[in-house]
């Protein structure tokens, strides 16, 4: 406390989200009754911090300054219930009185390198090197800062005289200036602080007589001891140039303000926290009860017995611990002994969910926002979409208005950067393209991005637009920009495909790498797919993938050639993916058959002068089951060609790569084909043992990747005697195929499935119908 030029300046020296420092500041001025108000923190806020006594302003909250020519250069200043800035700013509104903020503006710290990012009044000032706190509590004799912390201040109410803790906390934190212990960055503190001491004189120069200052308690003796105007006047001349900066309110999250989270300031419980500060007698019985509760929820067996002596432990532990109330510690430890029976699993659920807490703000409709926040939260409300900091599951029909226009939000949120929503596989087993399934949840920081992304436009709809053409500018991978026409056609921006296709067609016409031409094939076919249902014209999206698979067709073979095993891994995922392609963009036609002659030359490219004169054996397998799968080949050409390729002849590893493509994706055709079985039991008895241990890596690969069903019947059949032979009809796989009735079923699965009847296969048993066409949408 200081008295000068008839001024009272009274310093209340707090910690950043400290429940006890916030009791002890309203008790605090509650007796001082000052006529004004000085808080730390950025002054370019001054002009909306009225609207922190809205009934809509509802904390936790922050404070966003973002430099308006650089929205990604932000920080925040985040405050919770138990915040004791929050209660100062809350008790001067509510009493009409004037209500500044001090600290030095947001302007210069986002103009220097090390502005930008979050602080309760300095951008993550309070991670110091020398850490006041530590050393006050080492002082003390104990080990843990926190747990001293919460002891002697957290924990207890105010006194008689309210302004003595504030006394004892300036009087150890000059002890420790005094003795040379740094509270940060020396330069940026030093910049503060003057800024600080300046608005107090401004402050008693309006003729203020009872001044308030809530700071942190470390800057308390820097402002306690004024120098010289002429002293602070020479420390600021060292500042930045200023930035333009605009400054709103924005929600924040008990999970952002915790330490986990990266939050500089931030603190390990916010949850327990502000319940210690609504909770002002003993929190322990309710807080506990409220674990009951969730963990019952989680059918968890609790029951308030466990309560009652969950209570008992904790406060026991309290007494053993020397403590003068039970604590966190002795609170999760009696939690997990008593409730989670000693299992950790249970008590992370606890932490998680109490300890930390969901709790999401909200700040009143008049915060100043960009025109693209609130067109945002325009669509929010008629969408039905309200944010919020839990995860949650959301199913979309896209036959419906309501469910068409919320995927259309949520995929042009994506392309602006801002994953509010993330597409998840739905919980409802469907293969059409009308539904959608999301996981939703909200992050603070999205103002920042939101800030960020009006670069592009003041609507969702025309930033989308802007920044989808943009990237398509940039892009330098053929895949990136049809992925980003399946973007476009899944937001629903129309305007901006045109700009896109243009960078795509030019730069397909250049690009001649298969591998590249095969990667961006499949997103155009999804989004051929996605088009139909969605309404979307995709009239020039047709001829740009009808290129594009007419020059895999061409290219592909000989770039199958010569690939080493990591290489001719990737282009077997490209050969299933052009192929699943193909098979929904032109099922029958000439594409389909020049892409079954392609397939065929790949698997007719053998090694014959050697690996580098042919397509690897993984490739050749794989063509050949595409085309069996397709009923393209033969079952007895497919064992003909397995045959030779196991024949002794041939090298094991290069076998072995020929199986593993043949037999990814299914194994059940070594069931039903013995002979085929037989022709692999064959070649694997005799590959030389000095080979063996080469291939037998690849091939446990193989057998781990088929269904455990098909790997117990194939062991059985190996073990029970010689293969090659049909099964006979009454053997454990069951009775024989009845073909007659197989054959009745036939035009019923193929109207089913929108296809012409097939006739019954000429050689006796079922058709076969495409893999293609039994994946298409019904």
């Known amino acids: 406390m200081s008295e000068r030029n008839g001024a009272e300046v009274t310093l209340l020296g707090v910690r950043h989200h400290g429940p006890g420092s ?18 730390e923190g950025p002054p370019e806020a001054d002009p909306i911090i009225g ?22 250069r932000a920080a925040f200043w985040p405050y919770a219930e138990f915040s004791p800035e929050w209660v100062a700013i809350r008790y001067g509104v509510d009493a009409g009185l004037p209500v500044h903020f001090i600290d030095l503006p947001a302007a210069y710290g986002l103009a220097a390198d090390t502005g930008a990012g979050e602080g309760a009044g300095g951008a993550g000032a309070e991670e110091r090197p020398g850490d006041p706190i530590g050393l006050l509590a080492e002082a003390a004799g104990h080990d843990d800062p926190e747990r001293w ?16 803790p504030f006394a004892a906390v300036a009087e150890a934190m000059t002890a420790l200036r005094e003795a040379g212990v740094a509270g940060g960055a020396a ?15 401004a402050a008693k120069r309006a003729g203020h007589r009872r001044i308030a200052v809530v700071c942190g308690a470390f800057h308390v003796p820097a402002l306690a001891t004024m120098p010289t105007v002429a002293h602070d006047r020479a420390l600021l001349a060292g500042l930045p140039r200023k930035v333009r900066t605009d400054i709103t309110w924005v929600p924040w999250t008990h999970r952002r303000l915790a330490q986990a989270g990266g939050y500089g300031a931030g603190i390990v419980s916010p949850g327990w926290y502000r319940h210690l500060f609504a909770e002002p007698g003993d929190p322990l019985p309710s807080w506990l009860t409220r674990a009951a509760e969730l963990l019952r929820a989680e059918d968890h067996p609790v029951s308030s017995a466990h309560v009652i002596e ?22 999760l430890d009696a939690v997990r002994a008593v409730m989670c029976d000693g299992s950790d699993v249970a008590l992370a659920l606890v932490q998680d969910r109490l300890v930390i807490g969901d709790a999401l703000g909200e700040v009143p409709d008049g915060a100043p926002a960009v025109p693209l926040q609130r067109d945002l939260t325009g669509l929010q409300r008629s969408l039905r979409l309200k944010p919020g900091p839990e995860p949650r599951e959301l199913d979309l029909d896209l036959r419906e208005e309501t469910g068409a226009a919320r995927s259309r939000l949520l995929h042009r949120l994506r392309l602006l950067g801002i994953d509010w929503g993330v597409p998840v596989r739905s919980a409802v087993s469907s293969t059409g393209t009308f539904r959608e399934s999301w996981r939703l949840c909200w992050q603070p920081d999205f103002a920042v991005r939101i800030a960020e992304a009006a670069q592009w436009g003041t609507t969702v709809e025309a930033a989308a637009a802007g920044k989808a053409a943009a990237t398509a500018r940039a892009a330098t991978e053929l895949a990136e920009l049809t992925g980003l026409v399946e973007t476009c056609l899944l937001a629903g921006l129309g305007g901006a495909l045109p700009a896109v296709m243009r960078v795509l067609a030019d730069r397909a016409a250049l690009d001649t ?18 088009g139909d249902v969605r309404g979307t014209d995709d009239g020039a999206l047709a001829g740009v993938a009808a290129g594009l698979a007419d020059r895999i067709c061409a290219g592909l073979p000989p770039a199958c050639t010569g690939l080493d095993a990591t290489r001719a891994a990737a282009m077997r995922g490209h050969l299933d993916e052009v192929h699943g392609a193909i098979g929904l963009l032109a099922p029958d036609g000439d594409l389909a058959e020049r892409w079954a002659a392609t397939l065929r030359a790949v698997a007719r490219r053998e090694p014959a002068g050697g690996p580098a004169t042919g397509a690897p054996g993984l490739l050749r397998g794989r063509a050949v089951r595409l085309l069996l799968d397709d009923g393209r080949l033969d079952p007895e050409e497919a064992g003909r060609r397995m045959g030779l390729v196991l024949s002794a ?3 094991p590893a290069d076998a072995a790569g020929w199986v593993e493509g043949f037999l990814a994706g299914g194994g059940a055709l070594l069931l039903h084909d013995p002979r085929l079985l037989g022709l692999l039991d064959a070649w694997l008895t005799a590959v030389p043992a000095e080979a063996f241990t080469d291939v037998l890596p690849l091939l446990r690969r193989t057998f781990s990747a088929l269904e455990a069903g098909v790997r117990t019947t194939v062991g059985s059949r190996v073990a029970a005697g010689p293969l090659g032979a049909e099964p006979a009809a009454d053997d454990d796989t069951g009775p024989g195929l009845d073909r007659a009735r197989a054959d009745a079923a036939l035009p019923v699965v193929a109207t089913l499935l929108g296809l012409p009847g097939r006739p019954a296969d000429p050689g006796g048993g079922v058709a076969r119908i495409p893999r293609q066409a039994a994946g298409r949408d019904t």
């Open 649 to 651: 002849a041939n090298a």
């Open 22 to 39: 916030a009791r002890a500041v309203a008790a605090a001025l509650e007796r001082l009754e000052p006529d004004v108000v000085l808080v």
């Open 513 to 530: 790498d298969v591998a590249h031409l095969a990667g961006a094939l499949p997103a155009l076919v999804r989004a051929l797919r996605y």
């Open 310 to 331: 969950a209570v008992r432990l904790a406060r026991t532990l309290a007494v053993v611990r020397g403590r003068p109330l039970a604590g966190l510690a002795e609170t």
């Open 51 to 72: 609207l922190a006594g809205e009934k809509t302003m509802v904390p936790p909250v922050a404070l966003l300054a973002h430099a308006v020519d650089d929205p990604a």
């Open 187 to 201: 330069r940026r503190d030093d910049l503060r602080e003057a800024y600080m001491r300046r608005q107090i004189r």
């Open 149 to 164: 912390w919460e002891d002697v201040v957290e924990h207890r109410s105010p006194g008689a005289d309210a302004l003595a």
